[in-house]
């Protein structure tokens, strides 16, 4: 039998995170590349490391492969021990019925057998898409203060983004007494930030109802979390202050990118006592050429800048060429930016090059209508020609250019 | 494939004398150096890289920054369940154990002759390079050698101690050696790297020890060298001697070359270093940098011109460094000047200092030091 723990989490991983289209075509939204070196993923990993929590169940689904290579054995988040760690839990067959993990629920009670192994007193429901630094053991601190059988993390939004939500209305000593999904005329603007706490007793009791109801959607927001409140269960809301961002649309995996650049934005990832682990690439440090400005920006280890960066993220390997200029732009690992491109508000992915004087995007100012700006995304290993223009908001892959490539070939 | 019958030894220790500066609280192997290496992630790379297995690390003395930097091998992928990393500290009795690299190697005759492999590649740590030993090992079975000597064509570069010259025949044997000889011009010169067969070095270790001759250069190697098969491998790629402060400087400002870095920093054949864990460098609003190499968690918000930044170091709003070496964690706060300065790690430079030291001696600012 393997040791107790406390407090076992579960991260749940498997969303294919469609919004973010060509960036999720391969891999799943945990897995993408994020602040220069980062995965989404590292941020919820490295929030249970250094909260104590050592035993990690990974569910995955969609795309899985990525993401599995890159959690491997746990190593650089230190979850390598030898009787807990991270645990990648796939769907499985068994010997009666099989099933895909039909909702979050469900993925929860589908790994019923995992998480009883360590006989946990709590177990801390987690998911791969948002960006933020919390100590989840404050949180289990409060959950056991108040004696809670549910404990769900809230965070202060704008009234006017409350409508996006899961929003909870609390009494005054911070019960909950509602859960309003995703309410058209909300009641207070403290949103669920999709980060649970349970009781494993009862949580283990409601997943098996929850199963057993042909009708439920099997999923936690959707039905757990009101059967729990129907039914009397004690349940608190946990007030977190600091950076939180949802990362789960372009237009905020952007954002959140530009928010590192941003000296009054509270969320420092040089933190001694709080660190961000990832795997590292085996890279020299980036070097900035003799006639290369840089300012604004964040540059990661083998980069090689020859241009012009501002408000820009480099994630490693990254080439940017004399007079190439880059701007308000993520470009990820080992993409060659060619001589006198322009990037401005895009995301670039891996692997890809921007031939000469390529245009990629565009600035708000400089479009009439504002309805047609937006972000320009390419997906992964695409080599956007010298000289074309790729407009705001457009969305390019590698298969598109091909088919494009295979048709101008027929004429 | 990994796994190719050579044991690897590092001795970390040697030739600190030439860098008193940067050796006075740590070993040769981990000086910093390139921004986030230490000195010994060269041999030890370049080993792993040639499908070397196991290596052993020769340690003398101050090996507590040493042993740190290497922990368990893991980023060098030497923690291993077969072979992998072996520490060796120093063994003995006698009071004045391993002052030289005899007595070193003897006091590991126990790991010698309980290590498997045929051949053993012996190196310093002082040297910056980029070599694929699997070459050199090839030559070495070819040639039916007993010992293969690296070497390199040129002048030797100046403050090398006891620089080996070797004389050599057109297939490449080695035919006589001399120790610093009077000579400036061309010669074929050693860079601190051999291989040796194994049986052969417990041989010729035993016998110096037996005899009570200490020098290894002349002892071991000079004495034998007609009695044995003895090839020169010529090396011409990209090396670097950390024989004084002058070369250390020179040394990192090399990597601003292109052609500097693709030779030591090749994606086939990467150099591996502890892991930190820092974010990417940030760079603020009004920053400038040129010409300069710069790694992971730096904050820059002023001016850096023609310098490495080693991990973690931060220079200040209104504040030009040019010229400088700056390592780990360092921090150089508002409207300082600074040119021609290696400062060691976690230095502070207070607001409003002024540093300027010259290409060929540059200021050294020692570890922890506020200014």
């Known amino acids: 039998m393997l040791p107790k723990q406390e407090v076992v989490a579960m991260l749940l991983a498997g969303g294919q995170g469609s919004r973010l289209g060509v960036l999720t075509k391969k891999l799943a939204k945990p897995a993408v590349p994020y602040g220069g070196k980062y995965r989404i993923i590292d941020f919820p990993l490295s929030n249970c490391v250094n909260s104590g929590i050592e035993t990690v169940g990974v569910l995955t689904q969609y795309q899985p492969l990525v993401l599995n290579e890159y959690i491997g054995n746990g190593q650089p988040w230190d979850l390598d021990s030898m009787n807990a760690g991270v645990r990648v839990l796939p769907p499985y067959q068994r010997s009666r019925k099989s099933d895909w993990y039909k909702g979050t629920a469900n993925a929860i009670y589908q790994n019923i057998q995992f998480i009883e192994r360590y006989s946990p ?25 108040k004696g809670a059988d549910c404990t769900i993390a809230a965070i202060e939004v704008p009234m006017e983004e409350a409508p996006r939500f899961g929003i909870l209305n609390t009494r005054s000593d911070g019960s909950v007494y509602e859960f309003d999904e995703k309410p058209k005329a909300p009641k207070s603007n403290s949103a669920s930030m999709g980060i649970y706490v349970f009781t494993w007793s009862k949580l283990r009791k409601y997943l098996e109802a929850d199963e057993a109801d042909p009708k439920s959607s099997n999923d936690f927001g959707k039905d757990i979390l009101p059967a729990m409140l129907k ?49 590292n690439p085996v890279m020299p440090p980036h070097y900035i050429s003799k006639n290369a400005k840089v300012q604004n920006s964040l540059v990661a280890e083998g980069c090689n800048v020859y241009g012009e960066i501002d408000f820009a993220v480099l994630f490693s390997g990254v080439y940017i060429a004399p007079g190439a200029v880059v701007r308000d732009s993520i470009i990820m690992p080992n993409t060659r930016i060619e001589e006198n491109a322009v990037v401005q508000y895009a995301i670039v992915s891996e692997n890809n090059t921007i031939g000469r004087g390529a245009v990629v995007g565009a600035r708000p100012e400089d479009i009439a209508d504002k309805d047609k700006w937006g972000v320009t995304v390419i997906g992964d290993g695409c080599a956007i020609p010298a000289g074309v223009k790729i407009p705001p908001k457009a969305m390019i892959d590698a298969d598109m250019l091909k088919k494009e490539a295979a048709v101008n070939a027929r004429k | 494939m990994r796994g190719n019958n050579v044991l690897g030894l590092i001795f970390s220790n040697v030739h600190e004398e030439k860098v008193r500066e940067l050796t006075d609280t740590r070993t040769m192997g981990s000086v910093p150096f390139g921004g986030r290496y230490r000195l010994i992630d060269f041999p030890l790379s370049n080993m792993v890289n040639s499908g070397i297995n196991k290596v052993g690390v020769i340690t003398k003395k101050n090996y ?22 072996y520490i060796l500290p120093p063994f003995g009795s006698e009071s004045n154990i391993n002052n030289s690299r005899i007595e070193s190697l003897a006091s590991i005759g126990l790991f010698l002759k309980n290590s498997k492999e045929d051949l053993v590649l012996i190196t310093d740590s002082d040297i910056v390079c980029n070599i694929d030993y699997a070459d050199v090992i090839s030559f070495h079975v070819k040639n039916d050698a007993d010992i293969t000597l690296v070497y390199r064509s040129g002048k030797v570069a100046y403050g090398v101690s006891n620089p080996s010259v070797y004389m050599l025949d057109p297939d490449a044997r080695v035919r006589d050696m001399l120790i610093a000889p009077m000579s400036d011009g061309e010669c074929s ?11 052969l070095l417990i041989k010729l270790v035993t016998d110096c020890v037996s005899r009570n001759l200490y020098n290894f250069k002349r002892d071991l190697l000079q004495r034998n060298i007609k009695s044995y098969r003895v090839f020169g ?17 020179e040394a990192n400002m090399a990597l601003m070359l292109p052609s500097v870095r693709s030779q030591l920093f090749r994606q086939d054949r990467p150099v591996y270093t502890k892991v930190r864990d820092d ?7 009004g920053a400038q940098a040129c010409n300069s190499l710069v790694a992971d968690g730096c904050v820059i918000e002023g001016e850096v011109r023609g310098s490495v930044l080693f991990r973690g170091v931060h220079v200040g709003k209104g504040s030009v460094v040019e010229n400088c070496v700056i390592m780990q964690d360092s921090e150089i706060r508002q409207n300082c000047r600074l040119n021609y300065v ?19 001696y540059p200021v050294f600012i020692s570890k922890g030091s506020t200014v």
């Open chain 2, 279 to 285: 974010m990417p460098a940030r760079y603020g609003l």
């Open chain 2, 64 to 85: 507590q920054s040493l042993m740190d930097h290497l922990g368990s091998g893991k980023a060098w992928d030497l923690s291993r369940k077969r072979e992998g990393l």
């Open chain 2, 189 to 199: 010169y050693g860079i601190g790297m051999m291989l040796i067969k194994r049986a």
């Open chain 2, 342 to 360: 290696v400062t060691d790690k976690n230095v502070v430079i207070k607001d409003d200092r002024s540093l300027v030291g010259f290409q060929s």
């Open chain 1, 121 to 145: 007193d709590y177990v801390i429901v987690l998911s791969g898409d948002h960006i933020y630094k919390m100590d989840y053991s404050k949180m289990v601190a409060y959950h056991k203060e």
């Open chain 2, 233 to 249: 491998y010529e090396f011409s790629g990209f090396t670097k001697a950390i024989c004084s402060m002058g070369a250390y400087f």
């Open chain 1, 231 to 279: 039914a009397g269960e004690r349940m608190f809301a946990y007030r977190f202050e600091g950076y939180w961002k949802d990362v789960g649309t372009i237009d905020s995996l952007w954002e959140s990118n530009m928010d590192l650049l941003d000296p009054n934005v509270p969320l420092d990832l040089n933190e001694d006592s709080w660190k961000i682990y990832s795997r």
